[in-house]
Each structure stands twice: as structure tokens, then as C-alpha cells.
């Protein structure tokens, strides 16, 4: 039996081994030492640790699988020597092993540059477990955090900074952020977004020293200025973890790692290298896709098997950094000015798309999407098997949210032999073949058959898709369920809810789902809990984002919104002079909204239960503006005041926005009640609008504003003040109970099979026989309404969490602003 040594268990090492038992079961002895206490982890979602507080979420596989087959796992123990003539290596422990063949997956170490100071404490690397327990420790006596680093990791680092609750700021030393992947439009785009969401970013900035005494206190730049920063994380890159090449004579690449051919071989040829170690061409790699290709070609060449070998890897990338979709592929800057781009910008959405092509406009070469990269495995498809540009390219960088794939490519397009899975190198055809001859009908079954999606996971969404797409092509029915963590639709874990009287996340999972959720569950179950209860939203802050979480919008600069409720846009004198005292008081921006409302903006975190506690002693309530909930009912003046007004139309816009204040649904709802034919209060542009006829209301619903405008339809006509809010109540919580999350009342009707006669005969015909249950349904959640921030003001405890850092009391001392027409915006608006 071949005795096959493997040093590093990180998640090539692992993939090493589990490539190696799968091609050639019991054919290999199997050593692996790993340095950490624990087996191989997913260092891709490493900052995902401080929600579970256990590094057992993130395990590739327990120390069973090991046992299971055949491997023998060794850790804590660092193999420091290799002896090449007697093949054996030394540990740290003096411990002696022999092999037939070696594998060098002993990854990469982070880059600490030479600064004076940066053995302080207080001074981390991100890399490891252990590095974070050793930061979250240290932050419970900081306040403030710098991260040295704008790139990937640094991002990363910064986010992990904040899970802790600490200040942070990132420091570049290029003039934009991820200066190797977004170019200066993408790199300024996200970095407004996470200026909104209270980071600071320094750029150009390049570090002279770290001081203090014994532990840091702050830091100074070459252009004179300095920062206060009571812990920094160093994430400058990584170099590889070549020690062992230097002293048991290896040849190394020109920029540092261990040489390889196409077949992972070192110069020695019982010696194999994988991962970030290898140096392929002078070029080292610090993704996990090329990593595994190496373990594969590794395997490959190991048990004899035929293989194109290792000639390099594409270093397109996907991720969410911080909340923010980021995506870069292919000649994603093109410097060489060889291409002709498009470019989408929306500054309000915080979304930017570029599209690079060949000058005969026939290919695409590559792109970067910041804010939205849902359509980037079709984009990077599109590029890898040089697949034809629609008539209008354009249509490539143009909202996706309502027709799928860009410019109508789907996956049945893609060739079979299209890379969907460039981690397990797993192809179209195979997922395919899983489906049509294995009989593999659900996506978590799909990903453990064939291993797609289960190492970045950024392809998850396409190998969904061309699972769906298969089992049609089958006249197979496909049940879009959540996620891999509930095997259900939207539509049945909220039947599931209401049936079973479920209030909490932890129920649901613990009774009908497995794991511990993710970024998709989490926050449509948050709503599906909302929408079944209308319980305080505070209850679920876990599952949350920020907006929820503080009651507030957060702004650009790092301070919250504060809107109350004006319902149909009518105001009192006295209503007003109290949000004028208010504003004067906390030195808030005053702006009236499009939706006739008065929003007061620049609020600290601790400043918001003081004035909603003065608001709510006015008679204000909640505008729900941070929440996916009801904003507005928009008004025009009516009957009342219009000479051409046929209803009191603010009357019934008051009674509307009384009736759905609160609501929770899968997204924001906005709603107008226009006086007649006119339509001043842009009715049509509403998920639901309501406009005056001589006879009564016509009732529109499926409206929709922003970048991707649709009209409103008609649902009803001429019908009295009852019959419209009995088809609301049915309309709105049949939206609530089949939508998909975040879809837009608009997306969610041009998805609906039937369309809008199928939606007139529920609603208004009530071909299911449920339009009395919907109603009913409907009024308990308008029985169950309670102003969310009365709650807070009157709640000692929940008023406790208002404060920018959870061990003191005081205000954010780096919030700065400018004076824009006497009155007060973020600093460098």
C-alpha cells in the first residue's frame, strides 16, 4: 500500500483527501497534520464563525470522516523538516514519519509589513479560528478597530471588526478600494454603501508607525495625519508557506512558493504541491477554486489516471462583502484599453455594472457588478464558452429582477460542457446526468451527488437553476423551496407558521428545517414572522439587518433616519411645530419625502429613543420607513379643497394608511388615493393606488417606481369605500402568503401563473373560496398593530440597545459634518 503523507489540513489539504479516497477507496495510506487544534474549515465564510461562536458550522467534514476512511488525522503538530533521501519528515515534536509520496498543502501565512509598533498588543492577523477568539477577546475592552488592508481579506476583516461591535475603520494604501478587481466607479460605489453602513475607509494612506505602550493606542501615516484605533487587523495579502522548500531544497517560484508543472509536481517527483503554496508559472493563487483543481490534477497523476493537468485558473470571483454583492470576471478593468464597455450606474440603489466587449461587439470579455450580481454566473458563463451577445448588449448591465438571465440566455444555452462549478470543476452536463439518470430532484441532493456548490458557493444559484430547468425539460413539477436549510417554499413555511403557532426562527428550524440558516433563510422567515404575527420586529434582531435592528435607516456618514407617520400626508399645525422643535433640538436635516412625509435625518444611535420618546408624546407612531412594511398612502387634497375632486381622497387615504400601518410583507409597500381622473397622487405608480370615479374607486394594484417603472392595473372598478378595502385586504395578504422574498407586489404579479385574471378571479370573484379567511386573517393583524418605537420608548431594557458600542454609553466621536444651505449633511457630500 502506497503511504501518501499530507501536510496541512486546510480546505485544499481536506479536498485533497477526499478526491483521493473517492478515485482509489483503500488503495493509500493517509496521514494528514494540520497545525490548528481542529480538523479542516471553510476559511472562505470564516467571519460566519461569530454567529455560531463554534468552528463546528464551518468543519469541511468531522474527524469521523476521517476515521471512516482510512485517514489518520494528526493536529496541533507542525511538520518542521523534510528529509528527501530517507523520505521521511520530522514534527515539532520530534515524531518521525516515512512516505511514498508527500503533499505540500500547507497554504499561505498573512503578510505583515515591516512597521514599527506592529508587535504590539492589540495587533492581529486574520487568518485562523484562533485569530478570532484572540480578537473577540481583546474587543471587549476596545472601542475602536482600524483594519490595514482594502482588499478581499481586509473587507473581510473589516466586517468581523463589526460583528464585534467595534468602530472600524480600513486603511489602502491604493487610492480605491479592491484596486485588483473593481475599477475606480464599482471601487467608489461600494464605497458609499459601506460608508452608509457606518465603515470608514481611508485611502492613499500608508502607515508609518504604530504606537503606544505596551498595547496600541494609535496609529500615524506618511502624510503627517494619525488615527486612534485601540486594536487593527493586518490583512495586506498573504505570502505561501514555503519554509519547508527553502530547507529541503525545493525549487521555488520567481515570486516566492513552491514550483509546480501540470501535474502538481515539485522538482522532486514523490513531492506534490497544491494550493496556495504552488507557484504555477510565477504565479501563486489565493482562491480556493484553483487549489482544488490542483488536488484533483494531483489525484489524477497519483492513481494513474488520464488528465489535461493544471494550466493556470481563472481569478474571477463572487462574494458578499459586508452585505454587499461584489463580483469581478474576466478582463474585468481592462488596462490594455483593448475592449468597448457599458456601464449601469444607480447611486440611489447603490449599484454598479460594467460590461466589458469585444470591439466587434460579438463577445464578452469580462465585468464587475457591485450592488447586484445576481445575473454574474450567466455573465461569466457568457465569457467562458464565448457565447453570442444579444441584439442590444445594453440588456446585459440592465435590471434582471424581472426576467431572469440577462437578454434572455438561460442555462439551457450553456454547452453541457460548461464549467458551473469551478471549485469541484463540476460541468453543466453532469448536474444534468445527475437529474436525468440518477434521479436527483432536490438542490441539497444535487450538491452532495456532484459536490457543486459546496465550496465558495458562488455558483449555487445557477446549479438551481439548471436543476429546475431539467426537471421541467422532465414535465417533472418543481417545488422552489427556501433554502438548503428548509425544504420548503416560502408559501408553506408561512402555512407552517400559522398552522403550528410558530413566533421564533429557532422553532422553525429546530421543527422543520436542519443547521443553523444562512443569509437567505434567515431574513425571509424574520418577514414570514412578521407578516403571520405582526410581533415586535425587535424580538427577531438576530435575523435582522441594521435597519430592523435599530428601528432606523441608517444613512451615508453612519447616522439614522427618523420618519414618523403622517398618514394620507395631513399634518396639523401643532404636529408640525414639534417636528420643527425636534429637528432644532438634535440638529436633524429636514426634508419633506415624495410620499408626503417629513423626514429628520443625522440621528445618533443613542439620540433615537429620545426623540421618538418626544415625537411619540406629540402623537406620532413609526413610519415603518426602515421596515419591509407599508410607507405611505400618498393623498391629493380631494373633495374637499379641488375644484375638479370628485371623494374626499384624503379622508380615505387616512382611513387606508390606519388600516395597513405596520403591515410586514416580503417587500415595501407604497399606496395613493387620487381625487379623480387627474391622478395627482400618482395612483399608478403604487403596488396598490385607488382613484375616484363617479361612481366610486378603481382599485390598481402591481405598481411599481424606481429604476424599473410599471404601471399599475386594474383590478376593480366603480366600487363603494367597503368593497375596495375587503379586495385590499384580499390582495395584499394573498401577495403575503405566495410571494417570494423581496419581490415586489410587481415582480410577483408578472411571475403569477394566470397573471392578472387569475389574481381578479381570487380577489374579486373569490374563485377559492379563502376571500372571507383573507379578510379575517387580514384583521387580526391590524388588531395585532403596535407602534414599534412606543414600544422602545417604554421598555428599559429595549432602549438599552440603542448605543454605538456595546460597552459604553458615549456617542460616535467620528461622526463629521458640512453645512449644505443651513443645514447639516455628511461630511464630504
Not at 415595501?668 to 397622487?681: D, P, T
Amino acid at each position: 500500500m502506497i503511504n501518501v503523507l499530507v501536510i496541512g489540513n486546510g480546505m485544499v489539504g481536506y479536498k485533497f483527501c477526499e478526491k483521493l479516497v473517492n478515485k482509489a477507496p483503500g488503495a493509500f495510506k493517509i496521514i494528514v497534520f494540520g497545525e490548528e487544534p481542529s480538523p479542516a474549515y471553510d476559511r472562505v465564510h470564516l467571519s460566519e464563525y461569530f454567529a455560531h461562536k463554534s468552528v463546528e458550522p464551518l468543519l469541511m467534514a468531522p474527524r469521523q470522516w476521517y476515521e471512516e476512511n482510512a485517514i489518520e488525522l494528526i493536529t496541533s503538530e507542525m511538520v518542521v523538516s523534510i528529509d528527501r533521501g530517507a523520505k521521511s519528515v520530522t514534527t515539532h515534536k520530534g515524531r518521525i514519519f516515512n512516505y511514498d509520496k508527500l503533499v505540500l498543502a500547507t497554504g499561505s501565512t498573512p503578510f505583515v509589513p515591516p512597521i514599527e509598533g506592529s508587535n504590539k498588543s492589540g495587533v492581529f492577523v486574520y487568518r485562523t479560528v484562533e485569530d478570532l477568539d484572540a480578537m473577540e477577546t481583546y474587543s471587549k475592552n476596545a472601542k475602536t478597530s482600524a483594519v490595514l488592508g482594502g482588499g478581499l481579506l481586509g473587507l473581510e476583516a473589516a466586517k468581523a471588526a463589526m460583528d464585534m461591535g467595534l468602530e472600524a475603520h480600513v486603511i489602502e494604501f491604493a487610492p480605491r478600494l479592491m484596486p485588483r478587481q473593481l475599477d475606480e466607479a464599482g471601487s467608489n460605489m461600494l464605497q458609499t454603501t459601506l460608508e452608509s453602513m457606518g465603515l470608514h475607509i481611508h485611502l492613499s494612506k500608508s502607515t508609518a508607525g504604530i504606537h503606544g505602550d505596551e498595547a496600541m493606542t494609535s496609529m500615524t501615516f506618511t502624510d503627517g495625519t494619525t488615527l486612534e484605533a485601540e486594536m487593527l487587523i493586518i490583512s495586506c495579502g498573504i505570502r505561501p508557506r514555503d519554509e519547508l522548500a527553502n530547507e529541503s531544497g525545493l525549487e521555488k517560484g520567481e515570486r516566492g512558493g513552491i514550483k509546480i508543472n501540470e501535474s502538481a509536481l515539485t522538482s522532486d517527483c514523490d513531492i506534490y504541491a497544491i494550493g496556495e503554496v504552488a507557484s504555477y508559472k510565477g504565479m501563486t493563487y489565493g482562491l480556493v477554486a484553483p487549489g482544488y483543481d490542483m488536488a484533483t490534477v494531483a489525484v489524477e497523476h497519483l492513481t494513474g489516471a488520464d488528465t489535461k493537468g493544471f494550466t493556470g485558473a481563472d481569478m474571477s470571483t463572487k462574494l458578499k462583502l459586508i452585505g454587499v454583492d461584489v463580483a469581478s470576471f474576466g478582463d474585468a478593468l481592462d488596462e490594455g484599453k483593448q475592449y468597448k464597455s457599458i456601464v449601469f450606474e444607480d447611486k440611489n440603489a447603490g449599484i454598479y455594472k460594467r460590461v466589458n466587449i469585444s470591439k466587434d461587439g460579438k463577445k464578452l470579455m469580462g465585468g464587475i457588478l457591485v450592488g447586484d450580481a445576481s445575473n454574474y454566473n450567466m455573465l461569466f458563463q457568457m465569457m467562458l464558452n464565448g457565447m453570442a451577445l444579444p441584439p442590444h448588449p445594453e440588456d446585459l448591465v440592465m435590471d434582471t429582477s424581472r426576467q431572469g438571465s440577462p437578454a434572455g440566455n438561460t442555462v439551457d444555452m450553456l454547452p453541457d460542457g460548461a464549467q458551473i462549478c469551478s471549485c469541484e470543476n463540476v460541468t453543466k452536463g453532469a448536474l444534468v446526468q445527475a437529474v436525468e439518470v440518477d434521479g436527483v430532484e432536490q438542490f441539497a441532493a444535487l450538491k452532495t451527488c456532484t459536490k457543486a456548490g459546496t465550496g465558495c458557493g458562488a455558483c449555487s444559484p445557477m446549479v438551481n437553476d439548471i436543476l429546475t430547468a431539467t426537471l421541467k425539460k422532465m414535465g417533472k413539477k418543481v417545488r422552489k423551496v427556501l433554502c438548503e436549510h428548509f425544504a420548503y417554499t416560502r408559501q408553506e413555511l408561512f402555512d407552517l407558521v400559522k398552522l403550528n403557532n410558530i413566533h421564533s426562527f429557532d422553532q422553525l428550524i429546530n421543527d422543520y428545517g436542519k443547521g443553523h440558516g444562512c443569509e437567505t433563510c434567515k431574513p425571509a422567515v424574520a418577514s414570514i414572522l412578521a407578516s403571520a404575527w405582526n410581533g415586535l420586529i425587535l424580538k427577531q434582531d438576530t435575523i435582522q439587518d441594521t435597519n430592523d435592528r435599530f428601528l432606523a435607516n441608517i444613512q451615508k456618514g453612519g447616522t439614522y433616519s427618523v420618519i414618523p407617520r403622517i398618514a394620507g400626508g395631513e399634518i396639523t399645525p401643532e404636529k408640525l411645530i414639534v417636528i420643527g422643535e425636534v429637528a432644532k433640538k438634535y440638529d436633524l436635516y429636514a426634508k419633506i419625502t415624495g410620499g408626503q412625509r417629513i423626514d429628520l435625518l443625522g440621528a445618533r444611535i443613542d439620540q433615537l429613543p429620545e426623540i421618538w420618546e418626544e415625537l411619540i408624546n406629540a402623537g406620532f407612531e413609526s413610519g415603518h420607513a426602515y421596515g419591509k412594511a407599508l410607507r405611505t398612502v400618498k393623498s391629493c387634497v380631494g373633495s374637499s379643497w379641488c375644484r375638479y375632486g370628485l371623494h374626499d381622497s384624503v379622508s380615505f387615504a387616512i382611513r387606508i394608511e390606519e388600516r395597513y400601518k405596520g403591515l410586514r410583507a416580503p417587500h415595501k409597500i407604497k399606496s395613493a388615493v387620487s381625487g379623480c381622473r387627474r391622478e395627482c397622487a400618482e395612483a399608478l405608480s403604487k403596488d396598490f393606488g385607488i382613484i375616484a370615479t363617479e361612481k366610486g374607486w378603481n382599485l390598481y394594484v402591481g405598481g411599481n417606481g424606481g429604476a424599473n417603472p410599471q404601471h399599475a392595473v386594474l383590478l376593480a372598478g366603480d366600487i363603494d369605500d367597503e368593497t375596495c378595502i375587503a379586495y385590499i385586504d384580499r390582495f395584499l395578504m394573498f401577495y403575503i402568503k405566495t410571494a417570494e422574498p423581496l419581490n415586489r407586489t410587481a415582480t410577483w404579479m408578472n411571475k403569477l401563473e394566470g397573471g392578472l385574471d387569475y389574481l381578479k378571479q381570487v380577489v374579486v370573484e373569490d374563485s377559492l373560496g379563502m376571500g372571507k379567511q383573507l379578510e379575517a386573517e387580514m384583521q387580526l393583524l391590524v388588531e395585532a398593530y403596535a407602534c414599534e418605537w412606543k414600544e422602545v420608548v417604554n421598555n428599559p431594557a429595549l432602549r438599552a440597545r440603542f448605543k454605538h458600542f456595546v460597552n459604553s454609553p458615549e456617542a460616535d466621536p467620528s461622526l463629521k459634518f458640512d453645512k449644505q444651505r443651513a443645514q447639516k449633511v455628511p461630511a464630504g457630500w
